[in-house]
């Protein structure tokens, strides 16, 4: 009798892991040569069961896999190809996914900074600057390329920063908690060695400064930058220097926003800002989780394109991850010929 009943909870175990178990299939796609990936790895992560692998698979040489996932629950596919990593979240129940992966190298043409958007607020007692830079990459290589295996993003940071989060995110992923190099940590110089892929891809740098009522920043692009935006507390003031021009875009709204539209890229952003405050928190628990890249980026909104390069005004938003609507908008003059991404003119209303 004992044998029987072992014998069937084995039998009913058995069921049981199966009846859990759903098959996934899929293809691998190298868009770079627009043939079958064939020899990727494909690690199968179960978001349920602290991020552990629990399967491991290789694609054949129609770029295809398969492999049993657990049934009802969201997975995340773990991609690598030529040493670059690609991730593809699955929703429950999906029968079968297609990947699109790309050739990689250390340096790839076609990329250029949409824009670098510089938010700073101080702490309740003001000797604390909390200052973050969002950077919005742009890789439209031709053919697609995808630039990793050395530093893939290079940045500055002033003297006595103290980094306390950086970050990453892919082309249509979710932000990802992502480590950076020290290049030359003594000149707050620093990178990121998170691929670059054909597509936008995001990052950003948290750090604090000691602060005693005024500090003077000087940054330096790595890469041809669209837009340079600062945003502040209505509290705090802003004063452009050097050679840089900053208009503002920020009417009778909780932040104030300057930006500079297409700075040369061989000169440093100086600025300097002072006094104390905070920008609006948060209405919604997780929005500033779930979707901090999405902070400040430029949204231009206009009729049509301009044409013949006539000089015209251009409406922009600028939207807080922390908050579901605009916290600045505006209008300024612009070129029709040098707008590319972050903004675009509007013929209708010449200036």
Not at 291 to 312: D, H, N, V
Request: aromatic share 8%.
């Amino acid at each position: 009798m004992l044998k029987r009943t072992s014998l069937a909870a084995l039998c009913l175990a058995a069921f049981t892991a199966t009846a859990m178990a759903a098959s996934l299939s899929g293809t691998v796609t190298n868009r770079t040569t627009g043939k079958p990936s064939k020899g990727d790895t494909i690690a199968l992560i179960n978001t349920a069961q602290s991020m552990d692998e629990i399967a491991k698979v290789t694609t054949d040489a129609q770029g295809k896999f398969q492999v049993n996932a657990p049934d009802g629950g969201q997975i995340l596919l773990h991609i690598t190809h030529a040493g670059a990593e690609y991730f593809k979240s699955v929703p429950p129940e999906t029968p079968s996914v297609d990947i699109d992966v790309y050739d990689s190298a250390p340096k790839v043409d076609g990329i250029v900074g949409e824009a670098l958007v510089f938010r700073a607020e101080t702490d309740a007692s003001g000797k604390t600057l909390h200052v973050t830079q969002n950077y919005f990459v742009q890789n439209s290589s031709a053919p697609a390329k995808t630039q990793y295996g050395g530093n893939t993003l290079e940045f500055f940071l002033p003297p006595g920063a103290q980094i306390t989060q950086t970050m990453a995110s892919a082309p249509n992923g979710l932000p990802t908690t992502v480590e950076v190099k020290a290049v030359d940590a003594g000149s707050g110089h620093y990178a990121f060695t998170f691929p670059i892929r054909p597509g936008e891809t995001r990052f950003q740098v948290a750090y604090t400064l000691p602060y005693s009522g005024k500090q003077d920043f000087s940054l330096k692009l790595t890469v041809p930058t669209g837009d340079v935006a600062v945003m502040l507390p209505k509290s705090m003031q802003f004063q452009g220097q050097g050679q840089t021009q900053f208009q503002s875009i920020s009417p009778d709204v909780s932040a104030q926003t300057y930006d500079a539209h297409t700075p040369p890229f061989a000169q440093p952003i100086q600025f300097s800002i002072s006094g104390t405050g905070q920008l609006p928190q948060a209405r919604h628990a997780g929005r500033s989780n779930a979707g901090f890249l999405r902070a400040a980026r430029w949204r231009a909104r206009c009729a049509r394109r301009s044409r013949g390069g006539e000089r015209s005004v251009v409406e922009v938003q600028v939207v807080d991850s922390r908050s579901p609507g605009p916290v600045a908008s505006g209008r300024r003059g612009c070129d029709a010929e040098a707008q590319r991404g972050a903004c675009r003119c509007d013929p209708a209303r010449p200036t």
